[in-house]
């Protein structure tokens, strides 16, 4: 009896194990399909085959059946399989322009296709050519969304690296009665937003601090970083709109002295550093990196030069440009609140080294600041930690 038992339970754990599969209607009436996706709201996705077609055999057998393609298209979509060489199939085939198979379709409830893509595709790839269409589907009515859905959706569009987004999100907040009337808006303009409809929003909410950090989500630092990202994005849609190949720096400048005047000298600098190394011009980088170096601590802080330095060393290095930038780093002289310090010229050195792959000259410098008396604990952990993961 207990084995009886236990082969029962056995062939539950089994059927129960090898259920997973996407729910299709097979060869349905499309008119009963439309009403159903009306009904639901839900979008249809449609796998247009024929019996003949190998990789269409292979998405039954392999792709359809993954436990994670099956959870997500049964929650999301209302799917469907039709033989496009017979019955309705072939009506079908005709209005949606199936020439080949499998043809993948994610088609709206008023029949419209959205999305679609052709031949097989394994378990992870189909869950994200499902995630894309609904990300595609939902971009066609997000001008209508509400604050909350813009949110989400600005999130998807960042994952998905979309190229009309920034201009979208301007649209959307050109609607706003109040770009930071609620904290969803906030959010929508402190992590998502890279560019602004007009200057009047800039200054609104440059003029505004104290309404974003209410939310209790963002701390000054975050306030700072944001405007500062938020006065070049818009002065770099200036250029945009007034298709303008060049830049006009004078005009980055006035904005950044208006909006951000504390950190002006430092972003103009470091930013037209960037710009011409992406360009290619390492000389125009090195002559604006130097009027950084050359103004530290006056315009500069010690803090400022010192990330700026870890993030364009590698770049000058590469170049074979860094040695002379490097020695100005080191030469320059700290002020008191900067003294405790020190240590961090040999960790700006450990970093540009360990970002090239030039372990050598990291193990001497992590090994040299190690012993160093000068060197935080916390500090020295860490490079004991590089040192163990590069043996």
């Known amino acids: 009896m207990k084995n009886f038992i236990w082969a029962i339970c056995l062939f539950m754990l089994t059927t129960s194990a090898s259920a997973a599969e996407i729910n299709f209607l097979d060869n349905p009436v499309w008119s009963t399909v439309i009403e159903k996706a009306k009904k639901e709201n839900k979008v249809i996705f449609l796998d247009a085959y024929a019996t003949w077609c190998g990789p269409c ?23 469907v399989k039709y033989d496009m060489e017979k019955g309705e199939g072939l009506t079908l085939a005709q209005r949606f322009s199936v020439e ?32 894309n269409a609904q990300f595609l589907i939902s971009k066609k009515s997000a001008m209508e969304m509400s604050n909350a859905q813009f949110v989400k959706f600005a999130d998807e569009a960042t994952k998905y690296e979309d190229e009309d987004f920034d201009q979208m999100s301007e ?26 409809p007009d200057q ?19 701390t000054e630092d975050d306030f700072n970083e944001r405007l500062i990202s938020l006065t070049l994005g818009y002065s770099l849609s200036e250029h945009e709109q007034l298709d303008d190949e060049s830049l006009d720096f004078e005009i980055i400048k006035t904005l950044l002295e208006k909006y951000v005047p504390e950190k002006a000298f430092f972003v ?5 550093s960037q710009y011409a190394l992406d360009n290619k011009e390492t ?21 400022q030069v010192c990330n700026a330095m870890m993030n364009i060393g ?20 700290l002020i008191e609140k900067d003294a405790d310090k020190v240590y961090m010229k040999d960790f700006v050195k450990a970093i540009i080294y360990i970002k090239v792959k030039d372990f050598e000259k990291f193990k001497v410098v992590a090994n040299t600041m190690i012993a160093s008396t000068g060197t935080p604990e916390k500090v020295k952990e860490d490079l004991k930690s590089a040192l163990e993961r590069i043996k």
């Not at 904290?183 to 937003?193: F, K």
């Not at 103009?268 to 037209?272: A, M």
């Not at 590698?314 to 002289?333: Q, S, V």
């Open 171 to 196: 649209d959307y907040l050109a609607k706003q009665a109040d770009i930071l009337g609620n904290a969803d808006l906030i959010d929508l303009i402190m992590n998502y937003a890279n560019s602004l």
């Open 283 to 303: 000389e125009e980088a090195i002559s604006e990196f130097d009027a950084l170096l050359m103004n530290t601590p006056t315009k500069v802080t010690f803090d």
């Open 268 to 272: 103009y600098h470091y930013f037209k």
């Open 200 to 218: 009047k929003s800039l200054a609104y909410i440059a003029n505004n601090k104290a309404k974003i950090l209410q939310t209790g989500n963002y």
């Open 57 to 79: 055999k292979m998405m039954d057998s392999e792709t359809y059946k993954d436990q994670a393609v099956a959870d997500y298209y049964n929650a999301n979509f209302i799917n």
């Open 314 to 333: 590698p770049a000058l290095l590469n170049e074979g440009k860094l040695e002379a930038t490097l020695k100005k780093f080191e030469d320059i002289k």
């Open 100 to 131: 080949s198979y499998p043809n993948l379709l994610f088609i709206n409830p008023d029949g419209t296709v959205l999305h679609r893509a052709t031949g097989f595709r394994k378990g992870p790839e189909f869950t994200d050519l499902g995630q």
